[in-house]
């Protein structure tokens, strides 16, 4: 059964039919939207990779189907799902296995377009529901409000797009009659240059930082990453890859690294594929 589950993922992976809107970044949101009712396919695919000890390798695959409500309004489902490969590490129990993590939808508002007026302007809210974490594959009683606020800014005719993105998640767990809640946040940056008419080439940089108990004054950790993004548009589909080096973090577990937290090395492929209206 675990073969068949992985020759079916592999094969959603590296799928390469997949463009309504441009993700032109693999971890930064833009501020356009979708138009009124066209509909889009998308899929997220994100490898993580390196703990401190043991082996650790972690495959994340996000698929989504998105619709524009309005010409201002998008929307979202997503279904969460993640294959874990961990031997060897003491912190988290051996496990080799592909299964669903949970479901999130997506509402994306946009204020201001990046195309009409002088800067983009988005607010993005994600509820989501976990029931297996995808760091280790253990199950997990959780529930989250993704929340972001999505700039944008354009120059040279579109050629160069910048984008910064402000996230704020609050989470609460559950583990029996036990519960806790954290506090999610981070900044993730963007820019990228239009080098030939189907593709851009640029860098992206991301900053995750958590709260316990919702409380400012009780950071667990922060850790920066950064690399290069490559993103290339046809007229009937897009992709994006991005990978995703940790630079720095607190407190460090490893080096300069926090590799109890976070993961040494990401790399993430997404495409799209417009549907009929």
């Known amino acids: 059964m675990k073969s068949v589950k992985l020759m079916a993922l592999g094969a959603l992976f590296f799928a390469t039919s997949a463009h309504a809107s441009e993700a032109f970044f693999g971890y930064s949101y833009v501020a356009d939207t ?3 009712g066209t509909w889009e396919y998308e899929q997220h695919n994100t490898l993580r990779s390196g703990k401190g000890e043991g082996e650790y390798n972690a495959l994340d695959v996000k698929f989504e189907l998105e619709t524009g409500i309005t ?3 998008q929307m979202a489902l997503y ?4 294959y874990n490969n961990v031997s060897g590490n003491p ?3 051996d496990i080799n296995e ?3 993590n949970g479901l999130s939808v997506e509402f994306l508002y946009n204020v201001l377009s990046p195309y009409k007026d002088s800067f983009g302007l988005s607010f993005y809210v994600e509820p989501e529901v976990e029931v297996r974490k995808s760091s280790s594959g ?3 009683n959780k529930k989250a409000i993704d929340a972001k606020v999505i700039l944008q800014k354009n120059f040279l005719e579109n050629s160069l797009v910048t984008v910064l993105n402000l996230k704020l998640e609050p989470e609460w767990k559950r583990d029996g009659t036990e519960r806790e809640s954290s506090l ?3 900044i993730t940056a963007g820019v990228t240059y239009r080098v030939q008419p189907k593709t851009y080439v640029g860098l992206e940089i991301v900053n995750d930082f958590e709260y316990e108990d919702m409380n400012f004054a ?3 950790f922060y850790a920066w990453s950064a690399g290069p993004t490559v993103h290339y548009a046809a007229d009937n589909f897009w992709w994006t890859l991005t990978a995703l080096p940790q630079i720095s973090a607190w407190p460090k577990t490893d080096a300069d690294l926090n590799l109890d937290e976070k993961e040494k090395f990401q790399v993430r492929f997404k495409f799209g594929i417009p549907l009929a209206e």
Not at 79 to 82: E, G, K
């Open 34 to 36: 979708h138009a009124k």
């Open 71 to 73: 010409d201002k309004l």
């Open 79 to 82: 279904l969460n799902t993640s």
């Open 91 to 93: 912190e988290i129990a």
């Open 98 to 100: 592909f299964d669903v």
């Open 138 to 140: 253990q199950p997990v």
């Open 184 to 186: 999610e946040a981070g």
């Open 218 to 220: 009780k950071q667990e």
